[in-house]
């Protein structure tokens, strides 16, 4: 039975949404018959080099992480930087190769850049790639009680069942789990119009206020003269 | 023209160093005023997604490390200059810290952009976006593309648009000339 390795690349390390929906695939493996998977903080100095040591031993590696400015964290980054030696192993020494990217926006249109990187990162390492999961809406998972995502669980641990069985991530799932691509042009409009209201900055704002903080909002700290 | 330069090679040994600061000095000597900040010099400790810089001191990252002095130069430059050697096929985890550590300059609240969701602006005035990508290694023509279209984006997350992108495989003074005309 192959072994998987699951990253968690997220800054926030356990508590992280990337985590909570990396667990899912995780569940799906099992699921699907695959052992307990070994699951690394990247975020933790000692999970980071337990990683860079696992990813030599692994038959396939999942590597989750959030959009960080459209592009991967620099903790996700530092790592990668730290495998470099992996792309001078002769073919088939690396694990196969997948990836889960989850951002704050609704949209899948922020991340595809990141995937096509990630893309071309596997064959860096001459892996087999097993896709990318992508997924907008992640910070939603921080604010709504787990059964409330139940859809989005149940297509993870598919995926996670896929790689188990297929070993790899379906297509169609993965077009699935997606959700919305791009808004279309009605979508658009309707969201110029809600995004103001104040039901859509309720997230930020109830932690401003909480924080005492909500008269400074709108700082500029670093160009008053330019204050909105 | 004020631009900063956040030189992301943590190695300087490097003649992607030399490239870096032969370039600033072309500029300065075209009347611009440069400032290049060193990376490696700067102790940064990260973006650990706390959203302290949006909820509980709005503007500005809670940790105590120079992201301060990054963000500063960068939101009073006019152009913000990105500088780094490809490694693994992308800019350096070095420039990568810095630039997650740049979101304070946003906020948090959401606006329809270009036929997306993004960050509301903090500041009136953003700096317009420069790439110069040291040449060589493991890294290929798409490696190139691939990192500058992420760039491409990162710069319309900070309100502003790439305007300039160049690989240090031609003179400083031929990129120097080709900033001139386009930047």
Redesign the interface.
Known sequence: MNSLVLLNG???GER?NSMKMLARVAEGWVRGGGQEPEVLHL?HRIGFARAVKAFAQADTVILAM?L????????V??Y??A??PR?AVAEGENPALGFLVQSG???A??SR??E??LQ??AR?FGSLYVGTIVRGGGESLQMMPDRANEKLWKQLRTLGEQLAHDGCFGAEELRAVAGIE??SALT?AL??LV?NLPI??FY?NG??K??G?WE????????PA??? | MRISILNGDPDPSTAFQVYVHDFAQRLSASGHAVTTLDLREFNLKGCSGCWGCWVKTPGECAKRDDSATVCRAAITADLLLLASPLTMGFTTALLKRAADQMIPLIHPYFVVEDGEIHHRARYAKYPKLGLLLGAGGDCDAEDCEITTEMWRRMARDLKSQLVFAAVSDRSAQEVADEFARVA
């Open positions: 997220s800054p926030r992280s975020a959030p960080y400015t459209d592009s991967m964290p620099a903790l980054k530092s990668i930087e495998l470099q792309t926006f609704p949209e249109s922020h850049p990141l096509r990187y071309k990162l860096r791009r808004m658009l969201a110029r995004v859509m900055q930020w932690m401003l909480k924080n903080a400074l909002r709108f700082a500029a700290p670093y160009a330019a204050k909105l």
